[in-house]
């Protein structure tokens, strides 16, 4: 725990009275200097509180620039512009741009920008993919592009509102009193409309999340893009999954030294908190701004769609020197992305000023209800 942060928060609350829990969640994730995110210790890998698929090997990125390369194609083979929002250590925007560096002519028409909001993730980011990137701080800082915002492992790192249906609805605060506690208070007409707009209905004593950052995200996405694709990587439910029985005490999920925990109000700026994202969200209002559905599917649908499996084939034809050294590296790889990862992450995929055309990564796609 970050004895600072948590005295900082201590603080604020018996300054201002009770914090929502939105606002505990963005002070432990993002306070200058010391929150999670924007401290300088490492958050992914062996060293960090989680992987993510890009650590699991270079094809994982492969596949998503293959994806890109055929978003190019689709676009005209014109300037292409591909933002990716929230690189984490950049191993992600590396891997893409080594297979798109394959393709000369849409070598020479790329510009790839990083959106990061924390300097310490930036510096790590410049210093493995160099003057090949650009970096903007925010979504809205973004020029007007022709091409794809793409994002993975992002949303679910957004501070949410936190609410429990009772004979209201009521937001969750954070107060102190010889320790952190929570109390309720009467939600906003913002937070009930979130739910009405969705067709959602909380059963009583219901805890849920509401990821309104996601809501402004997406329509800000959509104002940055003027034609083009927004593709989001993460891990979540459409709301008929979302709110079902099972999930009745909300997704609220701490990473720590990847170890999983459900203690948020403990290790303060020294652990992840997260939350599962709702896609019918970011398919409602990307609709509202002009964001047409291409496909939603899981990650395993995604990458099979795109050839992983032959990849991994011919690869190992190709390269192995050791064929023994070589399968256990490709089962390994299957394990990760395809069976443990793959129905966990889903991937939606929205147009902007395109005809409706079927995308590769989508061939497999199920049919799901967002």
Known sequence: M????????????QSKGPISFR?????????????????????????????????????????????????????????FTIAEVGAGTGKLCYDVL?????????????????????????????????????????????????GCIFSNELIDNFAVHQVVMKQELMEVFVDHDNGFKEVLLPATGELKAYFDELGVKLQPDFRAEVNLEAVDWIGTVATRLKKGYVLTIDYGYPSSELYKEHRREGTIVCYNHHSVNNEPYSEIGGQDITSHVN??????WGEKHGLQLCGYTNQAFFLLSLGIAEELANKLVHTAEDGYAGYRQNSHIIQRLLIEMGPKFKVLIQS?????????????????QL
Not at 112 to 126: D, G, L, N, T
Not at 357 to 362: E, I, N, R
């Open 2 to 13: 970050n004895r600072d942060l948590e005295q900082i928060v201590i603080a604020r609350i």
């Open 23 to 79: 606002d505990f969640m963005e002070m432990a994730l993002y306070y200058p200097g010391i929150g999670y995110y924007t401290s300088s210790t490492d958050k992914i890998g062996c060293n960090g509180d989680f992987y993510t698929s890009s650590n699991v090997s270079p094809i994982y990125g492969e596949m998503i620039g293959r994806q890109m390369e055929e978003m190019w194609a689709l676009l005209g083979y014109g300037p």
């Open 98 to 146: 080594c297979y798109l560096k394959r393709n000369k002519a849409l070598s020479a028409a790329l510009n790839y920008c990083i959106v990061e909001r924390s300097e310490p993730m930036r510096e790590r980011e410049r210093s493995l993919v160099g003057d090949d990137v650009t970096w903007y701080k925010s979504v809205a800082d973004l020029p007007e592009m022709t």
């Open 279 to 284: 896609f019918s969200s970011l398919h409602h």
């Open 352 to 368: 902007k000023n395109l005809p409706q055309a079927q995308l590769s990564g989508l061939k497999l796609a199920q049919p799901y």
